[in-house]
């Protein structure tokens, strides 16, 4: 045998002991962690039965709340018509029994005028009425004969009318006159709204009984009109009393669209039609809705109103007998948001998606292959789908409340403020109290700025309104309690009738505690206290929903649409009442004539714009990390490789200790903006880059000096393809915990 031969035998031999050795190793390492991963596909099935169960949990659950809440809108809508229905048939039957006693000659001439007044006064809402006949009907003397009372707005007495003569004003017998002209023509009906300036510019629809006297061949004529006025205010009042949901707002339309009610009043003013309104024609279902407002069937559709950027409910019926129709709008995003359970359900879905996906891709790779180590795509795959875990929690976060509620009670619509003031009235006289004083307060917001973490730099106006007799005594101004720099311009005042509206200009810097411990997830709300001046009295401040269009708080009531907050969005604002719950007296006598009141705050809310914050703090962490991943990827054992590469443990650790340094002033800067007692979220990407960096370290020494007991510590796989896994399960962990309650 030659030199060569045996030589060639020698190093087979040894190769072959060499891969025995390994083998034997592997097999000593991969045979506990194989057996672990016995359970692997009873975890698979655990992890897809409680994805599948929290998917129909939660379709079942999305599906139940929003189909009941669409059947008690629909159900509130019905109600509401209802009621305005009883009163519109009080109109009708109240004008059609004087037209029919008139008609039928059951009243004398000389009776007309006391039948009227004594109809009107029957009913408070009844602004006024008249009689009123074709020319040279009823009085040789005058042309025309059409006596009119209406409400004596000088006095606060619903009983006390004025008298006029209509025709002393205008000839009411020429064309464009709808109350009389097309009632003749047409028989009964309400007239679309109108500006009476010749009693004191209101705003008002008139209902027309026809009288039909007989002609000289017995056949009834239309003679003349027995007609009642009511005043668009006091419908809405009507319409006020009446409850939807928390951000619900109701409207009348006539059959062919024209608004008769509407919190926009310029809508009303303007003749305006719902079907050229451009706040739903963008809808998909804009169709439908016009279809059910033109049938007056009862209905509720979906759509999205470009007033306030957000989906609504639209439902409609039909007030029976007048050709009149009722549309409440519902906000879709009320029931979403105040909805835990959905978002808790959405939750444990995401969860268990994302657990069972990463099970099934690591059985497959794991379990399955003999040397029990991940490939790169899985490794890939893996972080790929935590990665979409995470960004799904932080969506759910985005557009689902958490549960917190309001430390108050929200006032959203009119009829909420009206029951405050009733509620309060009710109960000083059950109490024997003195009687409550109510101030109609209101404020605007133009100008928002953070001066630090917990100050807010506000300009804008504040106004109340007093009534000259009753409020007499009452002391004039606000009090935003806890503002520093506090300043109010000279008043503004002006005289509207028995009211004096004051108003005055202020600038101020509010302090509040934000919640930082999502950060940069952060939504809270900021609370602006107004408190009157008057401390001596039973004095409530109440908002002054009558000088605000909409209240639902998406669309931002008091707040100007020139205000901007960088890096902030401004998501709501409203008005809310909290209890009194000072732990003094500040010096008052405690006496039982004055009612415990609460306080009214103006509540916005914020919401920080997440995406930059995370673009910013998060960039040298992505860069950080990815350097820390090639470090460890380029170190091994091989001497020839590290050699060419000239890398080694003493480079690795440098290269660590530099990012360190670059990632700790990132974070020592984070801290320096961010003032919180507790670790908040952003900040926990930080503390994993430190794990990682010592990672990197303790993977470099082992690797350089020890590739058995590396290889024994992390189970058979390969450290560097867990490295995306790891980080990114541990950061899908601590977001859904965060961002769970």
Same mark, same amino acid.
């Given at each position: 045998?030659?030199?060569?031969? =045996?030589?060639?035998?020698?190093? %087979?031999?040894?190769?072959?002991?060499?891969?025995?050795?390994?083998?034997?190793?592997?097999?000593?390492?991969?045979?506990? *962690?194989?057996?672990? !991963?016995?359970?692997?596909?009873?975890?698979?099935?655990?992890?897809?039965?409680?994805?599948?169960?929290?998917?129909?949990?939660?379709?079942?659950?999305?599906?139940?709340?929003?189909?009941?809440?669409?059947?008690?809108?629909?159900?509130?809508?019905?109600? %509401?018509?209802?009621?305005?229905?009883?009163?519109?048939?009080?109109?009708?039957?109240?004008?059609?029994?004087?037209?029919? %006693?008139?008609?039928?000659?059951?009243?004398?001439?000389?009776?007309?005028?006391?039948?009227?007044?004594?109809?009107?006064?029957?009913?408070?809402?009844?602004?006024?009425?008249?009689?009123?006949?074709?020319?040279?009907?009823?009085?040789?003397?005058?042309?025309?004969?059409?006596?009119?009372?209406? @409400?004596?707005?000088?006095?606060?007495?619903?009983?006390? &009318?004025?008298?006029?003569?209509?025709?002393?004003?205008?000839?009411?017998?020429?064309?464009?006159? /709808? #109350? *009389?002209?097309?009632?003749?023509?047409?028989?009964?009906?309400?007239?679309?709204?109108?500006?009476?300036?010749?009693?004191?510019?209101?705003?008002?629809?008139?209902?027309?009984?026809?009288?039909?006297?007989?002609?000289?061949?017995?056949?009834?004529?239309?003679?003349?009109?027995?007609?009642?006025?009511?005043?668009?205010?006091?419908?809405?009042?009507?319409?006020?009393?009446?409850?939807?949901?928390?951000?619900?707002?109701?409207?009348?339309?006539?059959?062919?669209?024209?608004?008769?009610?509407?919190?926009?009043?310029?809508?009303?003013?303007?003749?305006?039609?719902?079907?050229?309104?451009?706040?739903?024609?963008?809808?998909?279902?804009?169709?439908?809705?016009?279809?059910?407002?033109?049938?007056?069937?009862?209905?509720?559709?979906?759509?999205?109103?470009?007033?306030?950027?957000?989906?609504? #409910?639209?439902?409609?019926?039909?007030?029976?007998?007048?050709?009149?129709?009722?549309?409440?709008?519902?906000?879709?995003?009320?029931?979403?948001?105040?909805?835990?359970?959905?978002?808790?359900?959405?939750? =444990?879905?995401?969860?268990?998606?994302?657990?069972?996906?990463?099970?099934?891709?690591?059985?497959?790779?794991?379990?399955?292959?003999?040397?029990?180590?991940?490939?790169?795509?899985?490794?890939?795959?893996?972080?790929?789908?935590?990665?979409?875990?995470?960004?799904?929690?932080?969506?759910?976060?985005?557009?689902?409340?958490?549960?917190?509620?309001?430390?108050?009670?929200?006032?959203?619509? @009119?009829?909420?403020?009206?029951?405050?003031?009733?509620?309060?009235?009710?109960?000083?006289?059950?109490?024997?109290?003195?009687?409550?004083? !109510?101030?109609?307060?209101?404020?605007?917001?133009?100008?928002?700025? &953070?001066?630090?973490?917990? $100050?807010?730099?506000?300009?804008?106006?504040?106004?109340?309104?007093?009534?000259? +007799?009753?409020?007499? =005594?009452?002391?004039?101004?606000?009090?935003?309690?806890?503002?520093?720099?506090?300043?109010?311009?000279?008043?503004?005042?002006?005289?509207?009738?028995?009211?004096?509206?004051?108003?005055?200009? !202020?600038?101020?810097?509010?302090?509040?505690?934000? /919640?930082?411990?999502?950060?940069?997830?952060?939504?809270?709300?900021?609370?602006?206290?107004?408190?009157?001046?008057?401390?001596?009295?039973?004095?409530?401040? +109440?908002?002054?929903?009558?000088?605000?269009?909409?209240?639902?708080?998406?669309?931002?009531?008091?707040?100007?649409?020139?205000?901007?907050?960088?890096? #902030?969005?401004?998501?709501?604002?409203?008005?809310?009442?909290?209890?009194?719950?000072?732990?003094?007296? &500040?010096?008052?006598?405690?006496?039982?004539?004055?009612?415990?009141?609460?306080?009214?705050?103006?509540?916005?809310?914020?919401?920080?714009? *997440?995406?930059?914050?995370?673009?910013?703090?998060?960039?040298?962490?992505?860069?950080?990390?990815?350097?820390? *991943?090639?470090?460890?990827?380029?170190?091994?054992? $091989?001497?020839?490789?590290?050699?060419?590469?000239?890398?080694?443990?003493?480079?690795?650790?440098?290269?660590?200790?530099?990012?360190?340094?670059?990632?700790?002033?990132? =974070?020592?800067?984070?801290?320096?903006?961010?003032?919180?007692?507790?670790?908040?979220?952003?900040?926990? &990407?930080?503390?994993?880059?430190?794990?990682?960096?010592?990672?990197?370290?303790?993977?470099?020494?082992?690797?350089?000096?020890?590739?058995?007991?590396?290889?024994? +510590?992390?189970?058979?796989?390969?450290?560097?393809? %867990?490295?995306?896994?790891?980080?990114?399960?541990?950061?899908?962990?601590?977001?859904?915990?965060?961002?769970?309650?």
């Amino acid at each position: 045998m030659s030199l060569d031969e =045996h030589l060639s035998k020698e190093s %087979a031999k040894e190769s072959s002991l060499t891969e025995n050795k390994k083998a034997t190793q592997i097999s000593a390492i991969k045979a506990p *962690f194989r057996g672990t !991963f016995l359970l692997a596909p009873l975890i698979l099935l655990f992890t897809v039965v409680m994805a599948v169960y929290s998917a129909i949990n939660y379709w079942t659950l999305r599906d139940n709340t929003f189909e009941a809440q669409q059947v008690s809108y629909l159900q509130d809508t019905v109600k %509401a018509t209802a009621n305005i229905e009883t009163f519109i048939a009080t109109v009708e039957s109240s004008a059609q029994r004087l037209a029919s %006693a008139i008609s039928d000659s059951r009243l004398n001439k000389s009776d007309y005028q006391q039948a009227l007044l004594t109809m009107l006064q029957k009913n408070s809402m009844f602004f006024g009425g008249g009689i009123a006949f074709l020319p040279e009907i009823i009085d040789g003397e005058r042309r025309l004969y059409a006596p009119y009372f209406a @409400k004596n707005t000088q006095l606060d007495d619903a009983d006390s &009318f004025v008298f006029m003569q209509i025709a002393d004003s205008y000839d009411y017998t020429l064309a464009g006159n /709808e #109350w *009389f002209e097309e009632a003749l023509e047409q028989g009964s009906r309400w007239s679309k709204p109108y500006f009476d300036t010749e009693l004191g510019n209101i705003l008002m629809t008139t209902y027309s009984a026809v009288i039909y006297w007989p002609d000289t061949n017995g056949h009834p004529q239309p003679v003349g009109v027995v007609t009642i006025d009511i005043s668009i205010d006091d419908l809405g009042k009507a319409v006020h009393s009446l409850k939807f949901g928390g951000e619900g707002y109701a409207e009348i339309l006539t059959g062919e669209g024209v608004y008769i009610y509407s919190p926009n009043k310029a809508y009303v003013l303007d003749k305006h039609n719902v079907f050229n309104d451009k706040r739903w024609r963008e809808s998909k279902n804009y169709e439908v809705l016009k279809n059910s407002i033109e049938v007056g069937e009862p209905s509720i559709v979906k759509v999205y109103d470009q007033h306030t950027k957000q989906y609504d #409910w639209v439902s409609t019926s039909d007030l029976l007998g007048s050709n009149w129709r009722m549309i409440v709008n519902f906000s879709e995003r009320e029931v979403t948001l105040r909805s835990v359970e959905l978002r808790h359900c959405l939750m =444990h879905l995401i969860l268990w998606s994302v657990l069972s996906i990463c099970t099934a891709l690591l059985y497959k790779q794991v379990v399955a292959p003999k040397n029990a180590v991940i490939s790169w795509p899985t490794s890939l795959l893996v972080a790929l789908v935590l990665i979409l875990g995470v960004c799904s929690t932080w969506w759910v976060t985005k557009n689902f409340n958490s549960g917190d509620e309001l430390k108050g009670l929200a006032i959203t619509n @009119k009829g909420q403020a009206h029951a405050i003031e009733q509620e309060y009235s009710n109960r000083a006289l059950a109490h024997l109290t003195e009687q409550v004083v !109510f101030i109609p307060t209101g404020i605007y917001i133009e100008s928002m700025k &953070f001066t630090s973490h917990n $100050d807010i730099r506000v300009i804008g106006s504040v106004w109340q309104k007093f009534d000259l +007799i009753e409020h007499k =005594h009452v002391k004039r101004g606000v009090i935003f309690p806890g503002g520093a720099g506090v300043e109010f311009s000279q008043p503004f005042i002006e005289q509207q009738g028995d009211i004096e509206l004051v108003r005055w200009q !202020f600038q101020a810097s509010l302090r509040f505690s934000l /919640e930082y411990d999502r950060y940069p997830m952060v939504k809270d709300d900021f609370a602006i206290g107004i408190f009157s001046k008057d401390t001596g009295g039973n004095v409530l401040l +109440i908002p002054d929903v009558e000088s605000f269009i909409y209240l639902a708080p998406t669309s931002l009531p008091g707040i100007s649409p020139e205000v901007f907050l960088p890096g #902030w969005n401004i998501d709501k604002s409203l008005f809310e009442f909290r209890e009194w719950n000072h732990r003094t007296t &500040f010096g008052k006598e405690v006496t039982v004539k004055y009612e415990n009141l609460p306080e009214l705050y103006f509540n916005i809310g914020l919401s920080k714009v *997440f995406v930059p914050a995370f673009i910013s703090h998060l960039t040298p962490l992505l860069i950080a990390g990815l350097i820390a *991943f090639i470090t460890m990827l380029i170190s091994t054992h $091989d001497k020839t490789r590290l050699k060419f590469m000239g890398t080694g443990i003493g480079f690795d650790i440098g290269i660590s200790t530099s990012i360190f340094f670059v990632v700790a002033l990132s =974070h020592i800067g984070l801290r320096e903006r961010v003032v919180s007692d507790s670790i908040f979220y952003l900040e926990l &990407f930080y503390l994993l880059m430190y794990v990682n960096l010592i990672s990197v370290c303790v993977h470099s020494i082992l690797s350089g000096l020890n590739q058995q007991l590396l290889t024994k +510590i992390t189970f058979g796989i390969a450290a560097k393809k %867990a490295f995306f896994p790891l980080n990114m399960f541990v950061v899908f962990i601590f977001s859904w915990l965060t961002f769970y309650t």
